[in-house]
């Protein structure tokens, strides 16, 4: 059973694969029934959410599907039943599971019993379906993704962060992320990125300095300095981020080419300047309508594969 819960679950060939697929899905929404019966998918959340409950919502819908999407705070789950014995029950009654959670740790528990593909809508150390979805706009934009630099500044150990350096790596481009020390990515996830850059042309660059990430960037991005669940940590994230700020003078050191990407919400005035955001070089709406593409692209890829 293949799922979804970091980056590097895909190939690079596979993430090539599903992007394509995307294109096809926006080029013609309705012409893919994979979720015909309807069957349901079940579609939890931990976490806030605009987004990525309304495109799986939407996606599985267009899928022919039945979206079945559920705050956990109303489940069993928020009082405490084990996330196996959850899982047990969502494969017996559903066709894939989705979820926004906390731990990663909780998304393999979930992957491991429920017997269903299990695609990961944002933990705290990854968000891959975004990543997709940022990939497939940039393509858009760039028509290619290989040889690319992409400059991510701000929070480099956020689940943005390291969904950037998995992601990029796998499509082979030139990943700089500028973080704080103390904020840069985890190790590991490094390591991970550059296994799989080194098969795919790319690179991972990890510095403290914003100035050396952004030179000649092609793609630009920034993300929140304070995640879901930091909120007590907000007044010394926004001390310590405010170097990293994606203004118009920052944007000078990028390619005049350069686009810009905010998987949002965006607080304007602090991660990006209102200019930048809703500036010429922002392709922030288009990256938001492309979840809703993407998504619908990787269900039905691993619903394929688990037939
Ligand atoms: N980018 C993103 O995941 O947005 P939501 O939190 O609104 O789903
Ligand atoms: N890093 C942000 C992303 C929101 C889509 C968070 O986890 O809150």
Redesign the pocket.
């Known amino acids: 059973m293949r799922h979804f819960l970091r980056d590097d679950d895909l190939s690079p060939a596979e993430q090539r694969e599903v992007l394509e697929l995307a294109l096809a899905m926006k080029a013609e929404p309705y012409a893919r029934k994979p979720l015909a019966g309807p069957q349901t998918v079940a579609v939890l959340f931990d ?3 605009t ?2 409950r309304v495109s799986f919502a939407v996606g599985i819908a267009d899928l022919g599907g039945n979206p079945l999407v559920m705050d956990t705070g109303t489940t069993q789950i928020g009082r405490g039943e084990p996330i196996a014995d959850t899982a047990r029950v969502l494969g017996r009654m559903t066709s894939a599971v989705v979820w926004r959670t906390y731990a990663q740790a909780g998304l393999e528990d979930m992957a491991a019993h429920a017997g269903v593909p299990v695609v990961n809508a ?1 933990s ?1 150390d990854f ?1 891959p379906c ?1 990543i997709l979805a940022d990939w497939l706009t940039v393509l858009e934009h760039k028509g290619t993704l290989a040889g690319l630099t992409v400059a991510y500044l701000g ?1 480099g150990a ?4 390291h969904s950037y350096v998995l992601g990029g790596a796998t499509a082979g481009m030139h990943v700089r992320v500028g973080a704080p020390s103390g904020y840069q990515p985890d190790p590991a996830i490094v390591a991970d990125a550059q296994r799989v850059a080194a098969t795919t042309g790319g690179s991972v660059v990890i510095t403290d300095d914003p100035a050396e990430a952004l030179r000649d960037a092609d793609v630009v991005i920034t ?2 300095w ?5 909120e007590d940590e907000k007044a010394e994230r926004l001390a310590l981020f405010s170097g990293y700020s994606i203004t118009t003078e920052a944007m000078g050191l990028a390619r005049p080419d350069a686009v810009v990407l905010h ?3 965006a607080y304007r005035g602090l991660e990006i300047a209102a200019d930048v955001i809703d500036g010429p070089q922002s392709v922030v709406w288009d990256e938001a309508e492309n979840r809703l593409h993407a998504q619908k692209a990787v269900l039905a890829w691993l619903l394929a594969k688990a037939s």
């Open positions: 976490k806030s959410s987004r990525t944002l705290d968000h975004q929070d956020n689940n943005m962060g993300d929140t304070v995640s879901m669940g930091q998987c949002l919400p």
